[in-house]
């Protein structure tokens, strides 16, 4: 499949770490409105330039587009290249609002495109590891998860000294503007509604926890930094989910269920181990057993292949099944309506800052003193 970039910053880097390791992607060009971005990235990985947005639209060899552009250009920049004909693999989320998702979505079904998207964590080994258990039955009917994806305290972070391999800054502005929640939940939302299907309800909270970062951008501008939202599956699941640029680092998912713990350390890294914890019946009494050694993840040769770059992701997991799905004329693994379904998600979470619903609590009392041995 020949795929052009547009969007050359931070991301493209990343992407590029794996792409030429992928024979189904094809890069054939890139395009960013910034002439300096453009130029410092097209070096760096000898790729051909387009002069213009439109040129690179016009391009009949130019099948696929891969937007990675800064997320409130998502919607515009989908929309013309499904209109021009093009496929389109987004970074997350799909659309800054829900009627601009479901747009993409219409557009791309009248016109017989597909249309495609990131996260791609759902593709790797952990997940469908876990995904396998799970329909195994190994830890009898699953009632409830929790999933962290906090990233320490940001504002005490180098942020303004991280570059990737082409010179692009890391987009420090934007991440405040747009929220952490927007930019994570997917990770977590992607596997949540693969394993447990649709949800059909989301109770939400969302603060600025943080005033001062310190990072130059009003607090007024800025999205939530703590956010934690209670989902409700059509199919009875329960899961909470929990992100923060405030909270020590913390990417584990935890699946409970009537006969044991299914558990992973970070569904961010490639290779997290996926662990297992059953549970015993003692004297009548039920018991945790200790933590079993690690499952197996599965996967086979080309699967295990981890990139060399800074973070040991394969970013391009998400267009390479794109590209096999388009070849083998199946759907795709990351289909359209998947992606709408985590943008709805992660909207309605990330949202609650403005529309959360709050009782107020009219109770009050005095200070209280701890134990005399803990002062």
């Not at 059509?234 to 299914?262: K, P």
Request: net charge neutral; proline share 6%.
């Amino acid at each position: 499949m020949r795929v052009a970039i547009i969007g050359c910053g931070f991301v493209a880097d990343l992407y590029m770490e794996t792409l030429p390791q992928h024979a189904e992607l094809e890069l054939v060009g890139a395009w960013d409105h910034d002439p300096v971005r453009l130029g410092m990235f097209c070096r760096t990985y000898d790729v051909p330039t387009y002069a213009s947005f439109e040129a690179l639209l016009e391009d009949p060899r130019v099948e696929t587009v891969l937007n990675l552009t800064n997320p409130h250009s998502h919607y515009a920049v989908s929309r013309d290249c499904l209109e021009a004909g093009k496929h389109v693999y987004s970074e997350k989320p799909l659309a800054m609002c829900v009627s601009d998702a479901e747009d993409l979505v219409s557009r791309a079904r009248a016109r017989g495109l597909r249309l495609s998207g990131a996260p791609s964590r759902l593709l790797g080994r952990p997940a469908q590891t876990v995904w396998k258990l799970l329909r195994d039955n190994v830890i009898g009917r699953a009632h409830l998860v929790y999933a962290e994806l906090d990233d320490g305290l940001l504002h005490r972070m180098a942020v303004r000294r991280w570059r990737g391999r082409s010179g692009s800054v890391w987009p420090v502005e934007d991440e405040l503007r747009v929220g952490n929640t927007l930019e994570h939940a997917g990770y977590a939302l992607t596997w949540l509604a693969a394993f447990f299907g649709p949800a059909k309800s989301v109770t939400a909270f969302a603060a600025r926890s943080v005033p001062d970062k310190r990072l130059d951008v009003a607090l007024t501008d800025q999205a939530a930094d703590f956010t934690v939202a209670g989902i409700q599956f059509e199919s009875g699941m329960v899961a909470r989910l929990t992100c923060s640029i405030v909270a020590s680092h913390d990417h584990q998912m935890r699946i409970f269920g009537e006969e044991g713990i299914l558990s992973v350390d970070d569904i961010w890294k490639p290779e997290s181990p996926v662990r297992l914890r059953r549970r015993i019946s003692l004297r009548g009494r039920t018991r945790e057993s200790p933590l079993t050694s690690r499952q197996r993840l599965l996967g086979d040769d080309e699967a295990r292949r981890l990139s060399r770059g800074r973070r040991k992701v394969d970013f391009c997991l998400g267009p390479t099944e794109l590209a096999r799905a388009i070849g083998e004329q199946r759907p795709s693994r990351l289909p359209a309506e998947l992606c709408l379904h985590v943008a709805e998600l992660s909207l309605a979470i990330t949202q609650a800052l403005e529309h959360e619903a709050r009782v107020p609590i009219r109770s009050r009392f005095a200070p209280i003193d701890p134990m005399p041995w803990a002062r």
